[in-house]
């Protein structure tokens, strides 16, 4: 476990059943957020009634950390499955990082990995064949163990159709 997230190990937990809301766009921030078991997307609902999943957090991610520096979530925040989640008040938390700087630094080199992730996939949604993103994603990641092949389609943004006839071509 990462030092940042040690400052959880005393938060109030709260069970959120699938389908269940944390918080909603425009709502005040008054806490942070440590997901500990389960899924939660960041929603942004768009004007044609479709929502923009802007992150999909799991076990040991932070939620929502962005508006720990904003007054309103820019986002809704729903479980996607049963989520245990831990909850700090946004004030205990800054505290925290400011009397550990060992955590700060740790939640700094998460951000930055994550960023530099995020970077990467950027550059790879925007080759244009197949055959290109997945060389891309090899060259960043190597081979995915055996059946994680469907997530590798998820990632460079194809279908898993589409990246099976490539990997079919590839076998030829």
């Known amino acids: 476990m990462s030092d940042w997230q040690q400052i959880f190990d005393d938060a109030r937990m709260k069970t959120f059943e699938q389908g269940a809301v944390l918080f909603r766009r425009e709502d005040r921030v008054h806490s942070m957020y440590l997901v500990r078991s389960g899924i ?8 044609d009634g479709t929502a923009l ?6 076990a040991g ?3 929502a950390e962005a508006s720990l520096f904003a007054s309103t ?4 925040a ?17 505290s925290a ?4 700087p060992d955590a700060a630094l ?8 994550e960023v ?34 469907i997530r590798v389609a998820d990632q460079i943004g194809v279908s898993p159709p589409a990246l099976y006839r490539e990997l079919a071509r590839r076998r030829k």
């Open 40 to 47: 939660v997307e960041l929603l942004r609902p768009l004007a």
């Open 53 to 58: 999943t802007l992150n999909v957090a799991t």
């Open 61 to 63: 991610m932070a939620l």
């Open 73 to 76: 979530y820019h986002c809704d």
């Open 78 to 94: 729903m479980a996607r499955m049963n989520a245990e989640i831990a909850i700090m008040p946004r004030a205990t938390f800054l």
């Open 97 to 100: 990082l400011r009397k550990q």
């Open 106 to 113: 740790g939640l700094i080199e998460t951000h930055a990995k």
């Open 116 to 149: 530099q992730a995020q970077r990467s996939r950027i550059e790879i949604l925007r080759l244009r064949r197949v055959s290109d993103r997945l060389d891309a994603w090899l060259e960043l990641h190597g081979e995915p163990p055996a059946g994680e092949w």
